[in-house]
């Protein structure tokens, strides 16, 4: 699966950024129906990389998703308005939210936010927050 994600950009202390995943392709096989697991992650200079929050998609609708306790009550992940697409939603953002960005996928997300859910990376897209 080939990822490509878009909307990164500069804003403000307390602002609002969308970022969005193009993907090109669900995951497929003879025997489940169409389904992805879509992920993004953050890394910021001299940090780990961290799992911020995950969609679980089968037939282009949500099972589940989830947050990184540090994201929680600002971030919203979901199917884009675009085929193929699933945006995050980024409100009330921090200086600490300052990093690059990745859309990551795998078919399922059997280790939660870890990167091991994973399989498929994109190149990233910069966020920074400044006051």
């Known amino acids: 699966v080939q990822l490509e994600e878009s909307g990164g950009g500069s804003v403000q202390v307390g602002g609002s950024l969308t970022l969005s995943c193009a993907y090109s392709?669900?995951?497929?096989?003879?025997?489940?129906?169409?389904?992805?697991?879509m992920g993004w992650f953050r890394q910021a200079p001299g940090k780990e990389r961290e799992g911020v929050a995950r969609?679980?998609?089968?037939?282009?609708?949500?099972?589940?998703?989830d947050f990184a306790e540090s994201v929680k009550g600002r971030f919203t992940i979901s199917p884009g308005n675009a085929e193929n697409t699933v945006d995050l939603q980024m409100n009330s953002l921090k200086g600490d939210d300052t990093a690059m960005y990745y859309c990551?996928?795998?078919?399922?997300?059997?280790?939660?936010?870890?990167?091991?859910?994973?399989?498929?990376w994109g190149q990233g897209t910069q966020v920074t927050v400044s006051s």
């Open positions: 969609i679980y998609l089968i037939r282009g609708k949500t099972k589940f998703r």
């Open positions: 392709s669900a995951y497929n096989d003879s025997t489940t129906d169409s389904r992805i697991c």
């Open positions: 990551a996928s795998g078919s399922q997300c059997p280790y939660g936010l870890s990167s091991r859910s994973f399989t498929d």
